[in-house]
């Protein structure tokens, strides 16, 4: 199945990838390793032979300092909190709503944000979104402890959790387990009660993973029985036929990211290309095939409209019942202040 060759986490899998579809010396994109799957810009392919070069990022944070450094791609894949980072120093520019073929169909309510979306123009081209849940082995773990966000804090489960090494995925569990479901109103009191919330839940974790492809390793190997997820690494899991589920309705709720590409000033490779790129990444075929594979919905809406809607649940992006966190653009200073607490909580203070 095509998510085995994306999901490769190792360097060298990454230089395979970088030789196979790093073709196309006109468009630079910047994203997560994984992305680069042909399944999601085939239309591309059709058109110039080859995918265009890619180069890879761990995490938002890392790719944003990569950028501000002097590293100049034509477009990046970032998630939606950092948008505002990119725009205040000056590194973007809006993209040309003219060429964009599918933007009549994109679900509105992904650019409800005048950081994405104002006079100036689109800032920021929302192609995908998704959940982060609990994941768990279904054989080891009863259904009824992942019906709460307090299974992290489980004594029995110690040393057998495995949480994100991401402020944007770690914070939104902290939050909702101590009661917040807007992240963008956070009071001193609110922030207290969820750091103290992580550090609880610390001693139990075994690992904080980096990618979707260390938490499957680790849930494969059984090191590990429940994780805060992305869809991906579950997808994964329930490929190779490991026992997994993904509730994403635990009583306190779950949480909800949309990422996008960001169009950079002074891009060294072909503009055309670039709009060609995000054409492709857009088409039905591309939508369809971002759901099968990755368990992510695209936000081209009149596609994801015209699926069926048990395929949808079974691929974890149905409707829930339960409060959702979106994960919206922060304020710096807030998002400044989770970085280092959370790295405080890390090394154990």
């Not at 490769?8 to 994109?29: D, E, F, I, R």
């Not at 059984?222 to 994964?236: C, D, F, K, N, Y």
């Not at 994403?248 to 950079?264: D, I, M």
């Not at 699926?307 to 829930?320: N, S």
Request: proline residues 7%.
């Amino acid at each position: 199945m095509a998510i085995r060759t994306w999901l490769l986490g190792t360097a060298a899998a990454t230089l395979v990838a970088q030789a196979a579809w790093a073709q196309s010396p006109n468009l630079l994109v910047f994203d997560w390793a994984g992305f680069e799957d042909p399944g999601l810009h085939q239309a591309y392919i059709d058109k110039y032979g080859a995918s265009p070069q890619y180069s890879f990022y761990a995490d938002d944070d890392e790719a944003f300092q990569k950028v501000v450094s002097g590293f100049k791609p034509d477009i990046a894949h970032p998630c939606s909190q950092m948008i505002s980072k990119y725009r205040d120093a000056g590194l973007i520019e809006p993209w040309d709503t003219s060429k964009l073929t599918a933007f009549k169909d994109l679900d509105p309510e992904l650019l409800d944000s005048p950081i994405f979306k104002d006079d100036g123009g689109l800032w920021f081209l929302p192609t995908d979104w998704a959940s982060t849940a609990i994941a768990w082995n279904t054989e080891k773990v009863p259904a009824e402890d992942v019906s709460t966000l307090q299974v992290f804090k489980d004594p029995k489960y110690a040393g057998r959790i495995s949480l994100p090494n991401s402020v944007d995925d770690i914070w939104p569990l902290a939050f909702l387990a101590t009661g917040v479901h807007d992240w963008t109103h956070v009071t001193d009191d609110q922030f207290k009660a969820a750091a103290d919330w992580l550090r609880e839940v610390h001693p139990n974790v075994r690992a904080y993973w980096a990618d979707p492809s260390e938490m499957g390793q680790l849930m494969a190997t059984g090191e590990v029985l429940i994780a805060w997820s992305w869809p991906e690494g579950v997808t994964q899991l329930v490929a190779d036929d490991y026992p997994v589920g993904f509730q994403r309705e635990a009583k306190e709720g779950s949480s909800a990211f949309v990422c996008g590409f960001v169009n950079f000033k002074n891009g060294p490779g072909s503009e055309d290309q670039a709009y060609d790129f995000m054409n492709a990444w857009l088409q039905p075929s591309s939508a369809e095939y971002l759901v099968d594979v990755f368990g992510y919905g695209s936000s081209n809406k009149t596609a994801m409209d015209a699926m069926d809607p048990e395929k949808l649940k079974e691929a974890g992006l149905g409707p829930v019942t339960v409060p959702v966190l979106t994960q919206k653009p922060l304020e710096q200073s807030l998002r400044d202040r989770m970085v280092q607490e959370f790295e405080k909580i890390k090394a154990g203070f």
